[in-house]
Each structure stands twice: as C-alpha cells, then as structure tokens.
C-alpha cells in the first residue's frame, strides 16, 4: 500500500477525503435529449467509484441549458432529472468515496451546432477553426441570475446525494472569460479592475457556500494562467486566490489555459508574453505555479495536469505545494489506474497521447505545421471521448483507436447529440427556477 497517496486529508468544511487521489472533472457528453443524467452517467461512475480515487468530480453541469459546452452535457434548468441525479449519485459514492458536482456556465466557448448566440462579458469570439459564434455581452441582471442559478444548481446536488460542489473558473469558461481583460472589456462594477472582474466569481462562489450551509465541500477550479497574451496572468491568479481565502473554500483545482491556448492538454504553447515556449514539462506542468500559489493560499491545493508516474506525485506531495494529485486521461482508459497505483501493483499510465497521432516528427503532435498539430489534437482530445461513451455503455476502451478514426467517431456522436438537443433547448424558456 502507497502510504503517502493513501494518507486521509480533512478539508476545512470538517469532511476528510480518503486519500490524496483524484478523478479531475473531464466532460463526459453522456446526457440525453432533456440534457439529464442518464443510466450511462451511472456506469461510467460506478466504475470510476470502484477505481481507488478518494474523490470524483463531475464533467460540468450547466446553469443554463442555452449555452451548452457540448450537446451531452448535464444541465439543470428546468428540465427535471432529479432521480436521475441520484442514481448518478449513488453508484458514483459506492466505495465510499467523494463525489463533487463541477457547475459551470460554458460561455463564450459554446461551439455553433448547440448554442445559437454564446453569451460572454464582452463581444470577443473563440478564434478557433470557425467553430464559435461571436458572443453576445449579458447584462448585469443576467450576472445576478447566473449567480443565483450557480447556488441554485449547488442546492440540487447537495440534495440529490453529490458530497460537494466545484463551481468552475477556469479553462476559458464563463467565470473564467470574465477573470481575463482580453476577453472582459466591460466598463462597469464587472470589469475594468481585477476586483470588478473578479467579483461575478467571488459572489457565485459566497451564494454557493451561503445555499449549502458551512460542513460541505466547496472547491473552485482556478486558471494559474491563461498562458494568453493580455490574459488572466499568474499575478492576477495569486490575487484571486488571497479573495478566495475568505470565501469558504475547501479545496482549490489549479489548472491554466482556454481553448485558444490549451495548456490543460500539455501542449506547447505561448506564455502571456506572447512568446513560444521552447520545452514542456512532461508532468505535472502545473506544479511550478502551484508553489507561488501555495505561499498565498489557506485552503488544500489539488493539481491537475500531466501526471503519470508514482515518482511525480510522491514528488508534488513531498514538495508541500500540493496536496491532492488530479487524474483525467488515465482514468479514460484505466478505471482502476488508481487503486493500482495505491496497491502498488502499478507505478506508471499508458500514455496514449504519444501514440494516439498522424506520426512522428513532422506529422506528430508538435509538428511545425498548425494544421497538423490541430488534426492530433482533435484526434486524441476524440480518443477520450470515445472512451468514455465505449464505458457509459458498459463497454471496454477501444485501446487501438486511430486518430482519424476517433475523429470521425467523435465529430458523428456529437453532430447527432446536437441534433438531438435542439428541440429541447427552443421548448421551455432557460429560467433559474430549480428546487430549492
């Protein structure tokens, strides 16, 4: 038995994970037509619950079923499903462990076949392969509506058997999109300043601990940077987090980037000077940001990003920068990688993410052509996603899946799951009426 990884960690709210592992929040398109929870969700997170992980956080749960991430994701808004939500519930704390619900609002990075007009802080589009419609800014009602539906949703999770709650800054999102000035033009109380743009986070973040009381988990996912010239930067990210201190929150996810500048994939990719970096780390890309952020922080740190071997993580809890190891990819193909890894029957994860390309060299991950590198990308970021649908099916991973393959699978399940949901969204108005 791994002793560090397996060692218990209580959260300030009083709750105490039951070790140092993590399922990282990764979408999982498995919702249906209504954009509910399915007998897939309940699968998929039955097998992950038996995994090892001390705790599971969800893909992101939408706030408002207009602007979707992508057609499978779970929303609630006025679309029913709370038995759903507790089957997903149950069979996703089976061994024992935690389970979070990620709420989000996807924002301006809502691609065009499920979201008519995106909504953001300001009217900047996702430069992005055409995918993305030009935003329309909300209004400061639709802020406070938003910031209601964020405690709202949290609400509905505590009372359908979801341990805790995440509300999800990061990753280009719409939290995320006002934290940054690049995309966060706004001249009024939620823009300009860093505390004008960070105030539509800090308060959904104050109206969730206010909803679900004092003893349950709130955890935020933080961007430690955009990696974006004119972006949220990592002295901006140190200030949040110093407000963040005073909210309540049990747990932080550092993370960094946004579909434009996609660091969470561990990509090569441009600092916030605009400048190319020259080399990536191979893990752990995050754990250089969460030192600094650790000398500002009061609450545990969880990072994710890259990790693949049982040296780097003894390695970023021996730092004391970290205290909870993220796992996503790995846990695609490898339900149970974590239970190996506290057994001590494994010390490593597939790395598909090397194999999973056109070739090496030119035609690989890092080509020097953009268009390359783009058609890798979609084909491993496909890869997963397939997985995960192959085990919401009660399937096992296709490991052999090509690129172009899981491209063409991924780009037909969610052309259909568009199609599916548009009835629905044009139904019933998007309202924040949810049980209370």
Known sequence: MDSMLSS???????VTLPNRLAKAPMTEGLA???????????RLYRRWSQGGCGLLITGNVQIDRRVLERPGNVAIDNNGGEDALRAWAEAGTEAGNQLWMQISHAGRQSPFYVTSKPLAPSPIGVKLAGSFKTPRAVTGDEIRDFIGRFASVAKVAQQTGFTGVQVHGAHGYMLSSFLSPYTNRRDDEWGGS????????LESVRAVRQAV?????????LNSS????????????LQVVEWLNETGVDLLEISGGNYEQVALWGLEQEDESGKRASTRKREAYFMDYAAA????????????????TRGAMHEAINSGDCDVIGLG???????????????????????????VQMGEGYWGAHSPKNLIRTIN???????????????????????KLGTLSAIRQNLSNEIRAGMRIKAFQKEVPSTAAVPA
């Open 213 to 221: 009381g004092p003893d349950y988990p709130v955890s935020v996912k």
């Open 293 to 308: 952020i650790r000398r500002v922080a009061k609450m545990p740190l969880m990072v994710t990003g890259g990790f693949r």
């Open 329 to 355: 990819r790995p846990l695609c193909t490898h339900t149970d990688f974590a239970k190996q890894l506290l057994e001590g029957t494994v010390d490593e994860a597939p790395r598909f993410e090397d194999t």
């Open 226 to 237: 955009d990696f974006q010239k004119g972006g949220f930067s990592n002295e901006d990210c």
């Open 194 to 201: 860093l505390e004008n743009r960070a105030r539509f986070l």
């Open 32 to 42: 249906d037509e209504r954009l509910r929870a399915t007998d897939k969700h309940v």
């Open 377 to 399: 990308t979609m084909g491993q970021q496909g890869f997963y996603y397939v997985q995960l649908l192959r085990l919401g099916r009660g399937e096992e991973p296709d490991l």
């Open 8 to 14: 218990e960690l209580r959260l300030p709210c009083g």
